[in-house]
């Protein structure tokens, strides 16, 4: 059950991405539309910088347990069986770190626009917390879906990117449905 609560968070941010992707097409039309007619689209420009930005971030869980970001296997690659699985947890254990610690930085940010009242500094001013709100939100769910594969690894499972997809061999270029 907490199998598919997780996986349905995940993609709950991805379905928030791709809204941002259509709100960016859907700004940026207007703002063409717009112009040929003589109307200025007020704020589209911030409108859309916030929404390339939960774009980016919302997304990466989802992103990441299906096997959608690069992974540079060089090293690991040479090993297999029970140093491979160290070597993985070593991995996770290092991008939970680095992951954790930009989630740790973006809700700090938020915090402090928060308990400052920072406002935009542009034609539409609202709480600047609010898009920035996505970015922590997006690293936040990484650092969830990290800590996901870590603990699955120690205990003996097979991390997502390695389970969720067919990889392809980085020197054969041939798809490999088992990556172990």
């Known amino acids: 059950m907490l199998r598919r609560i997780l996986d349905s968070i995940y993609f709950a941010g991805a379905l928030a991405g791709a809204v941002s992707i259509v709100a960016i097409g859907l700004l940026i039309t207007s703002q063409v539309v717009g112009r040929q007619l003589g109307i200025q689209v007020k704020g589209?420009?911030?409108l859309t910088a916030w929404s390339v930005a939960a774009?980016?971030?919302l997304p990466l869980a989802y992103t990441y347990r299906n096997s959608g970001h690069i992974r540079v296997t060089v090293l690991i690659g040479q090993f297999a069986g029970t140093p491979r699985r160290m070597m993985e947890i070593v991995v996770l254990t290092l991008a939970a770190f680095f992951v954790g610690y930009m989630t740790y930085s973006a809700v700090d940010m938020v915090w402090d626009s928060y308990r400052f009242e920072e406002l935009s500094q542009n034609l539409i001013v609202?709480?600047?917390w609010i898009p920035q709100s996505s970015v922590a939100l997006g690293s936040l769910l990484f650092t969830?879906?990290?800590l996901d594969d870590l603990i699955g690894a120690l205990f003996g499972?097979?991390?997502s990117y390695l389970t969720s997809s067919a990889t392809t061999e980085p020197d054969s270029g041939r798809v490999n449905r088992d990556p172990s």
Request: hydrophobic content about 60%; glycine content about 6%; charged content about 20%.
């Open 44 to 46: 589209a420009d911030d």
């Open 157 to 159: 499972r097979m991390p």
């Open 55 to 57: 774009a980016g971030f």
């Open 126 to 128: 609202i709480p600047i």
């Open 144 to 146: 969830i879906a990290i």
